[in-house]
């Protein structure tokens, strides 16, 4: 979260129309992945489960081949032309060809159409080469550059978010296809000729859309290999990332595993073209829940250790999925699946982002996405062969018979290597060693954790002001706090370490730049016996008052310099913290976010012990500060500390009013409201 707030950037009208070619364009997209592979399976030879996985298998390889051996030679071409064109020519093109498959479905025999489903998925796909840089250099242009987050985020969003919506209607028309006594492939054809429509849709948006230059600058689009082996450079140094991108990977095979023979297995369970459409939409609605309740639910747990269970039971359940031959448990299993891969992918790249460095973590997540590409394919690519080679055997034993096949091999394989690499992670990141992980699990689910309680019931209201040295809140918070006396409220405006008497010897000893052998445990003990005095005999009396404290510090500040700074525990610190202030949480809490290089030119006089500490040191405390605030938005304003004093001022004040109460109880006001409220 952010204090800068200019318009949302959907409020910004060409990028709107854009945003909105590109949702149509992405739920084209999925409509199209599910209706070519339903096809495919259909124009197999019924009954014929090798010739049938084969078929599955094709369209995977003609879907993401290009992409990965003409990638970027396209990304340098579009360069070239007139991005408008390009993505208006584009879509016309497969606009063309999508029609051209749904026609030849219709009227071909069974080998020309499949032949042509492949030869024209290529196809589309080498348009998409063109589409798709020529669309991500444009909206740089669309949109300013403090609003480019959002609009990624929002471009993520249509891109995975239409899946489901797509896999829906496909399973709708599928069953309106079936009760109308259609042939099995005619809900396939429609669903290509709604994904046309799209295409459509969006050249006519692009057409009309004014303000795209016709070329600025040049996008760079690295080959996948160049960015595969770059990344591994930075992602090999760092133990944690390398577990979590192995993770990620893993779990990334294991979902291929299912795309690359969902389509087989259904049929193997007699389910048809709609069985299908739910099953693929249950694997996104299922990591939406994941991404979204899953974390919340379990939110007490430690991440690392969330990260790799998560991904242990996707194996086990992937397994489950393979052996247990009845619809509807699969697809209630898929979802859950779903929900541990959101669960995993989510805080792999949460953490990612926390760890890599700035100026790395673009080429980080470039190789991720690039060797999720390729292992997905080569996972699709192989699964389909495999279970085709194996074949289908049946196990009979008296009246009981029992049916394993290619892909029940197939998401067997995945799940035992999701399972193992999930337990190999939990044990080479596991931050909480000793602690038995059941327990840890138990105490979460029952939401006993040591993440701060819901604000304590008081009458006042409590704002911590947090930031690095030089960051400028203390001056700010002394602004805030005379802002508020002016309107009437009583104020009681105080700091850490050092604000009560026992406080003020500690604080002689915390900062005096002659102490340097003290022990980080110490230190911490110390911030922390410092401030229980200060929750005792200065804060909670005031807020049992009703008055606004404002403080110049707080938890946060041992959180970032004990916790990271000095690489303690966090939980540890945590848990001192909880008990010494009785787990007393801010209103508000006011980080003021400043490069550390900046906030430390701006001191003057000598440096004090932590001062004087390296600039990593500080480095790793605002980046502590910042994951604070990110993981509870609500209960933080994040004010960027270069602005101007005033603005930042004034972005504070704007926050705060948003919580005052009433300042002062309308005593004076007549029964019947005419009489102005007399303030004082
Ligand atoms: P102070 O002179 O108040 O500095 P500032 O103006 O930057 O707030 O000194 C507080 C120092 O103590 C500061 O360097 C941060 C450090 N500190 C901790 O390391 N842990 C804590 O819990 C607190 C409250 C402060």
């Given at each position: ?487 009437g409220y009583d104020v009681v405006q105080t700091r850490e370490p050092g604000a009560t008497k026992a406080g003020m010897r500690l604080r002689a ?172």
């Open positions: 979260m952010t204090a800068r707030r200019p318009a949302h950037v959907l409020a910004n009208a060409p990028f709107r129309r854009l945003w909105l070619a590109m949702s149509v364009c992405s739920l084209g997209d999925w409509l199209n992945i599910v209706a070519l592979t339903a096809l495919a399976g259909n124009l197999a030879r019924p009954g014929d489960f090798r010739a049938q996985s084969l078929a599955v298998g094709g369209v995977f390889v003609a879907k993401m081949l290009p992409a990965i051996l003409l990638g970027p030679l396209a990304g340098a071409f579009a360069d070239r032309f007139d991005r408008r064109l390009c993505m208006v020519v584009a879509d016309l093109s497969r606009f063309a060809l999508v029609i051209s498959i749904a026609a030849v479905v219709w009227l071909a025999p069974n080998d020309v159409a499949y032949r042509w489903i492949i030869a024209a998925t290529l196809l589309v796909e080498c348009v998409n080469l063109f589409w798709v840089p020529a669309k991500d250099a444009t909206v740089p242009n669309l949109v300013p550059k403090e609003r480019l987050e959002q609009a990624n985020q929002l471009n993520l969003l249509v891109t995975y978010g239409t899946a489901p919506l797509a896999a829906a209607l496909f399973a709708a028309l599928s069953v309106v296809v079936d009760l109308l006594g259609g042939r099995p492939w005619l809900s396939g054809c429609l669903a290509l000729v709604v994904n046309a429509g799209a295409f459509l849709v969006s050249a006519a948006l692009i057409f009309t859309l004014k303000g795209i230059p016709r070329r600025n600058g040049a996008i760079s689009t690295p080959s996948v290999v160049k960015q595969i082996v770059e990344g591994w450079r930075f992602v090999g140094g760092n133990r944690l990332v390398r577990g979590l991108v192995i993770g990620m990977l893993g779990a990334f095979a294991a979902g291929g595993a299912v795309i690359g023979v969902a389509r087989i297995y259904v049929t193997a369970l007699r389910g048809g073209d709609a069985a299908y459409g739910v099953m693929f939409g249950a694997v996104f609605v299922g990591m939406a829940a994941g991404m979204f309740f899953g974390l919340r639910l379990l939110r007490g747990l430690s991440r690392r250790r969330l990260f790799g269970l998560a991904i242990t039971v996707a194996g086990l359940v992937l397994i489950a999925i393979a052996l247990i031959h009845d619809l509807v448990f699969v697809v209630m299993l898929t979802v859950l699946l779903g929900a541990c891969a959101g669960i995993a992918w989510i805080i792999g790249y949460t953490l990612i982002g926390l760890e890599v460095e700035d100026a790395i973590r673009g080429r980080t997540f470039a190789f991720l996405q690039s060797t999720a590409r390729v292992v997905l394919l080569f996972v699709v690519a192989v699964a389909n062969p495999v279970a085709a080679l194996f074949g289908s055997h049946m196990v009979r034993a008296g009246a009981f018979s029992y049916t394993f096949d290619g892909s029940n091999l197939v998401l067997v394989i995945g799940g035992v290597l999701a399972a193992v690499v999930g337990v190999l992670g939990l044990w080479h990141m596991d931050d909480r060693k000793g602690v038995p992980l059941t327990a840890d699990l138990l105490a979460a689910v029952r939401g006993e954790s040591f993440t701060p309680e819901p604000p304590e019931e008081v009458p006042g209201l409590f704002i911590a002001f947090e930031g690095g040295e030089g960051s400028g809140k203390t001056t700010q918070s002394r602004m805030i706090a005379i802002w508020l006396r002016d309107q000893i915390l900062l005096d730049a002659a102490e340097k052998g003290l022990s980080a445990r110490a230190e911490a003990l110390m911030y922390a016996a410092d401030r229980a005095e200060h929750v005792e005999k200065v804060i909670r009396p005031a807020l049992h008052r009703g008055s606004v404290v404002v403080s110049d510090r707080y938890v946060d500040s041992s959180l970032a310099y004990q916790g990271a700074g000095r690489a303690l525990d966090p939980e540890d610190v945590s848990k001192v913290n909880a008990w010494a202030t009785g787990g007393l949480v801010p209103h508000l809490t006011v980080l003021i976010d400043t490069p550390p290089e900046v906030g430390l030119r701006r001191l003057g006089g000598a440096a004090d012990r932590i001062e004087s500490e390296p600039l990593e040191f500080h480095e790793r405390v605002r980046k502590e500060f910042r994951a604070l605030a990110a993981a509870s938005p609500d209960r933080y304003l994040v004010v960027d500390g270069t602005l101007a004093q005033e603005e930042i001022t004034r972005l504070i004040q704007d926050r705060i009013r948003e919580i005052l109460p009433d300042p002062v109880p309308r005593e004076a006001e007549d029964i019947t409201g005419t009489m102005p409220a007399i303030r004082e």
